[in-house]
T-cell receptor
Framework: AQKITQTQPGMFVQEKEAVTLDCTYDTSDPSYGLFWYKQPSSGEMIFLIYQGSYDQQNATEGRYSLNFQKARKSANLVISASQLGDSAMYFCAMRGAPSGSARQLTFGSGTQLTVLP | KAGVTQTPRYLIKTRGQQVTLSCSPISGHRSVSWYQQTPGQGLQFLFEYFSETQRNKGNFPGRFSGRQFSNSRSEMNVSTLELGDSALYLC????????????FGPGTRLLVL
């Protein structure tokens, strides 16, 4: 079974500063993908960044980077230069081997990020 | 390229009624997954369809069902609605349902009174 743990229910960050959102995972699959999604109050889940378990380098997408530490089973999201529009719920998710129940996304409980002006 | 679309966006029903939600995936995407999001349970997987076949199903009662059409559009149906079915229902599409990224629609907010 797969499990995602996000231990920060809420985070505050000052505008223009960087913030790290924590995510740890547990899986027995040798191959898996890790994802981060942003969910504003409107409800839509917006894909931010992806990291494959065999990727050698940490993923980056604009202001988003994923700090992937495989041995520690952590996949923290780093947002640089925070903007007011970054205020939202952030979900870490995992998808395992393409067979059976591991195919679907397993989500963490989310972190509510608030960017302060 | 147009994103995932879901209709309707908002829905109010009463207990015992049934409801059908619709999802149109991104053009070319053949896998469609459905998720239920509630404040208490978080995001939970309902089912996944690929090429008109249900490939995977979450732990939900048989009142929840779905189908996929030849154009990859998908519908989910909830019969005999209960108050606890009030939730945001999210549809996501991906190319083939393997480990590639799932892209989500705006969701349908269902309120059961």
């Amino acid at each position: 079974a797969q499990k995602i743990t996000q231990t920060q229910p809420g985070m505050f960050v000052q505008e223009k500063e960087a913030v790290t959102l924590d995510c740890t995972y547990d899986t027995s699959d040798p191959s898996y993908g890790l994802f981060w999604y942003k969910q504003p109050s409107s409800g839509e889940m917006i894909f931010l960044i992806y990291q494959g378990s065999y990727d050698q380098q940490n993923a980056t997408e604009g202001r988003y980077s994923l700090n992937f530490q495989k041995a520690r089973k952590s996949a923290n999201l780093v947002i640089s230069a925070s903007q007011l529009g970054d205020s939202a719920m952030y979900f870490c998710a995992m998808r395992g081997a393409p067979s059976g129940s591991a195919r679907q996304l397993t989500f963490g409980s989310g972190t509510q990020l608030t960017v302060l002006p | 390229k147009a994103g995932v679309t879901q209709t309707p966006r908002y829905l109010i029903k009463t207990r015992g009624q049934q409801v059908t939600l619709s999802c149109s995936p991104i053009s070319g995407h053949r896998s469609v997954s459905w998720y239920q999001q509630t404040p208490g349970q978080g995001l939970q997987f309902l089912f996944e369809y690929f090429s008109e076949t249900q490939r995977n199903k979450g732990n939900f009662p048989g009142r929840f069902s779905g189908r996929q059409f030849s154009n990859s559009r998908s519908e989910m149906n909830v019969s005999t609605l209960e108050l606890g079915d009030s939730a945001l229902y999210l549809c996501a599409s991906s190319l083939s349902g393997k480990m590639e990224t799932q892209y989500f629609g705006p969701g349908t907010r269902l309120l059961v009174l």
